[in-house]
């Protein structure tokens, strides 16, 4: 059964950062893409970022590029976002998800997601 368990979330100061982490279980890892996407209230789920399964390729939503950065460690099972210059904007349940692609944009290529961790930045 795959798992992933998001942690790291909370609350910060607009500028300030945070560092979501995914844990994964029952895969292998290691031949997956994986994303991280997120929701705000009254909002669709949008795509983040996504990095390919060998961390080689990754791909950022540009609101965020240039201030997160996406990364696994496939001898531990996990993926992490790091989350700087945080914005009121940035306010949302982040979501940690498994890609069926090799490294994707889409929310249609992502078939196991987590029960995700919500990031709150105050201004």
């Known amino acids: 059964q795959v798992q992933l368990v998001e942690s790291g979330g909370g609350l910060v100061q607009a500028g300030g950062s945070l560092r979501l982490s995914c844990t994964a279980s029952g895969l292998t890892f290691r031949t997956y893409g994986m994303g991280w996407f997120r929701q705000a209230p009254g909002r669709e789920r949008e795509f983040v970022a996504a990095?390919?399964?060998?961390?080689?390729?990754?791909y950022y939503a540009d609101s965020v590029k240039d201030r997160f950065a996406i990364s696994r460690d496939n001898a531990k099972n996990t993926v992490t976002l790091q989350m700087n210059s945080l914005k009121p904007e940035d306010t949302a349940v982040y979501y940690c998800a498994r890609s069926y692609n090799s490294i994707s944009r889409l929310r249609r290529d992502y078939d196991r997601w987590g029960q995700g961790t919500q990031v709150t930045v105050s201004s």
């Open positions: 990095i390919s399964w060998s961390g080689g390729s990754t």
